[in-house]
T-cell receptor
Framework: DTEVTQTPKHLVMGMTNKKSLKCEQH?????MYWYKQKAKKPPELMFVYSYEKLSINESVPSRFSPECPNSSLLNLHLHALQPEDSALYLCASSQVSGARNGYTFGSGTRLTVV | AQRVTQPEKLLSVFKGAPVELKCNYSYSGSPELFWYVQYSRQRLQLLLR??SRESIKGFTADLNKGETSFHLKKPFAQEEDSAMYYCALSGVWGAQKLVFGQGTRLTINP
């Protein structure tokens, strides 16, 4: 299995809702990432997990809460989002001992906040 | 600080013509450099890594440390090469931040 799988593919949520995005990989990668991509822009890093521990938080608002329950799963919990949070949310994974083989990206969850 | 610059937002060439997508970077240590491609309605895919010095789909990229560049080249463009191309940079060791350039949208005209 050489893929990163993200669910759901599409999500529409209200500003008072709580939802979660899920990401799964079975490549044995111990580094996992959340990126946010707005239309016609490059992906921007949100969080990095290394060996299931949060190692980088790019000053993301607390309404985004990441969780890494085990080495294969990465979640992003969403609460009280704003319409400007609407974007494509990408999960990625890589080897921790050097990312020389590159980062593998999922197909993303397209989030719309209404 | 890590920074990747892709000076061309849009690039349009005719089928069969050579293609060069420019990428310049700024990094204080030894970087890992990548080219990623995003075809319409598809996921972001790794195209090339500088460390592997390989050719994928006819594309090559050479790291020039003196000019801090990692330009992507293909001698004969094909229509299926039309896509968004991102140059990206990360550090060498550990779980690192992958920083992207702004991207170049390549259009191959028939």
């Amino acid at each position: 299995d050489t893929e990163v799988t993200q669910t759901p593919k599409h999500l529409v949520m209200g500003m008072t809702n709580k939802k979660s995005l899920k990401c799964e990989q079975h490549m044995g990668h111990r580094a996992m990432y959340w990126y946010k991509q707005k239309a016609k822009k490059p992906p921007e890093l949100m969080f990095v997990y290394s060996y299931e521990k949060l190692s980088i938080n790019e000053s993301v608002p607390s309404r985004f809460s990441p969780e890494c329950p085990n080495s294969s799963l990465l979640n992003l919990h969403l609460h009280a989002l704003q319409p400007e949070d609407s974007a494509l949310y990408l999960c990625a994974s890589s080897q921790v001992s050097g990312a020389r083989n590159g980062y593998t990206f999922g197909s993303g969850t397209r989030l719309t906040v209404v | 600080a890590q920074r990747v610059t892709q000076p061309e937002k849009l690039l349009s060439v005719f089928k069969g013509a050579p293609v060069e997508l420019k990428c310049n970077y700024s990094y204080s240590g030894s970087p890992e450099l990548f080219w990623y491609v995003q075809y319409s309605r598809q996921r972001l895919q790794l195209l090339l890594r500088h460390i592997s010095r390989e050719s994928i789909k006819g594309f090559t990229a050479d790291l020039n440390k003196g000019e801090t560049s990692f330009h992507l080249k293909k001698p004969f463009a094909q229509e299926e090469d039309s896509a968004m191309y991102y140059c990206a940079l990360s550090g060498v060791w550990g779980a690192q931040k992958l920083v992207f350039g702004q991207g170049t949208r390549l259009t191959i005209n028939p």
